[in-house]
């Protein structure tokens, strides 16, 4: 199978993975709708699409408003016919990540852009997957839900938040047809890991992840078929 004549929505899709997974995505045939806050960088997405021979649609939104996210998913289907896939790739972390380093506002910029926005996508999606019998949404992750790492609390917490809010997704929306996977990656080779405290090394980024490999993953999920859920999917450097 592959996701030919799949409409497929990607959250953050100015960032890397959420590039990738829109490169890999139109590539297997699917017309991809592009969402996040810089027009600029999302028109850079929509030529990459269009370099591999594919559809993309933009909307510009910041995820953490629920009035302009609404908008911009019912503009997107509208243009699309529809929406069969979503995919979340919205991350943010700080630089003073540590609590002796964190304050309130930190932590609560953390919380609002990585779980807050997860929460408004999936109220926002919802709807039009029940009215079209169901749907498949993907949340990007990190490992640093499961284990703690050096990652902060605020983002240790926001991403385990993330987990549970999939969880309750599948849970309340799967009589719907509503499929939801997490995948929870460890280091992956893109900007985000550059504004760390301290930048990983050449030889830490030579053994890291790429971007596609997380988009292959959820290239993996969107060919299944219907009647099989994947719940969450765990991926690592080979080297760590």
Request: glycine share 10%; charged share 20%; proline share 4%.
């Amino acid at each position: 199978m592959t996701a030919s004549g799949a409409r497929v929505l990607v959250a953050g899709a100015a960032g890397g993975v959420g590039r990738a997974v829109a490169r890999a995505a139109a590539a297997d045939g699917a017309t991809v709708l592009l969402l996040g806050r810089d027009r600029s960088r999302l028109e850079e997405v929509r030529a990459d699409v269009a370099a591999v021979g594919g559809t993309a649609h933009v909307a510009v939104a910041d995820t953490t408003s629920a009035p302009q996210l609404d908008d911009a998913v019912s503009s997107l289907r509208h243009d699309a016919g529809g929406i069969d896939v979503v995919v979340n790739a919205v991350g943010v972390n700080l630089k003073g990540r540590r609590l002796d380093q964190l304050d309130i506002a930190g932590w609560r910029s953390v919380l609002e852009s990585n779980l807050d926005s997860a929460f408004l996508l999936t109220q926002a999606v919802l709807p039009g997957f029940r009215a079209d019998g169901g749907g498949l949404l993907i949340h990007i992750s990190s490992v640093a839900a499961l284990v703690p790492d050096m990652s902060g609390a605020a983002y240790q917490a926001s991403k385990a938040g993330l987990a549970a809010l999939a969880r309750a997704t599948a849970l309340e929306a799967g009589a719907d047809g509503v499929r939801v996977t997490t995948i929870s990656p460890g280091l992956i080779d893109t900007d985000f890991v550059r504004h760390r405290p301290t930048a990983p090394t050449p030889d830490e980024l030579a053994g890291a992840l790429r971007p596609e490999d997380v988009a292959d993953l959820c290239l993996a999920v969107i060919r299944l078929p219907a009647r099989a859920t994947v719940s969450d999917i765990v991926v690592r450097p080979s080297a760590r």
